[in-house]
């Protein structure tokens, strides 16, 4: 159920018996020069729209621009500062349990997101106004990504050139697969560390022309792949959230203060 394409008497309906709802997120922002800068909300937006036709759940328009400082070197790249993109999905998030929501899954493509959603999901736990969780695609599905891809990248490889490629194949320059691949680097996470410090804070610091991976090793045939076991486990986590008692997923009580003493 896409939020944009109901009248309001049926949102009403819908929250009278659920009360989940997903909110697509990612970013717009430089991803090698074969991807669109839209590559990560197009992803996010399009698992969580599959996701919700299978199961019934409220989807939201997707957020398209996050924190993405770290590629502001290449053409086109937008962000907001970290307070403000936490501030506005938090208040997206009170939005939406005005009107009966409370719990929220936040698919989520983009890894610069990652710590500010979690941030908001610890606020709005706290103060038990809903559960919201941060969910990222790749992440669900790490087997499969290692079985298909030699050299998969965490940012504009194989892996989101192959959802791109099986989402919006038009957009993908596949003339420039070799030269994204022959352009960028081969991902190594100990090359980001001197003597237990991380040295690096730009994308470009990395990689010349900003992505990762083998993109050569991208078809729309695997994106398929990735695509449908990445939304299956989607569906699973929608039902497991749906299926949980609102009270089991609030704070613990504080520890007794006087343990043993009976009060």
Known sequence: MFLPHQAWPDLADYVSSESLAVVPLGS??????????????????????AATDRTGHLCTPPIPIGVSS???????????????????????????TYHGIDRIV????????????????????????????????????????????????????????????????????????????????????????????????????NSPNGVFGDQTDATPRVGERLFEAATDQLVALLEWLDDQPFDGLMPEPHLDPKPGSGG
Do not use: C
């Not at 770290?70 to 939406?96: A, C, I, K």
């Not at 560390?193 to 991380?198: C, L």
């Open 106 to 205: 936040f698919v989520n493509a983009h890894g610069g997101n990652v710590a500010h959603l979690r941030e908001v999901g610890r606020r709005l736990h706290e103060d038990e106004t809903a559960f919201a969780i941060e969910w990222m695609w790749d992440e669900s599905i790490p087997g499969l990504i290692e079985e298909v891809f030699e050299t998969p990248g965490p940012h504009g490889g194989p892996k989101e050139t192959a959802m791109i490629m099986h989402i919006a194949e038009e957009l993908v320059h596949e003339d420039r697969l070799e030269q994204a691949r022959d352009g960028g680097a081969v991902f190594d996470y100990d090359a980001e560390r001197v003597h237990g410090a991380t040295t690096f804070y730009d994308s470009i610091e």
């Open 28 to 49: 717009t922002e430089q991803h090698g020069p074969h991807l669109p800068e839209g590559t990560d909300y197009l992803i996010a937006d399009a698992l969580a729209r």
């Open 70 to 96: 770290h590629h502001r070197q290449f053409h086109g790249t937008m962000w907001v500062d970290p307070p403000v993109f936490r501030d506005y999905v938090e208040n997206l998030s009170r939005n939406l």
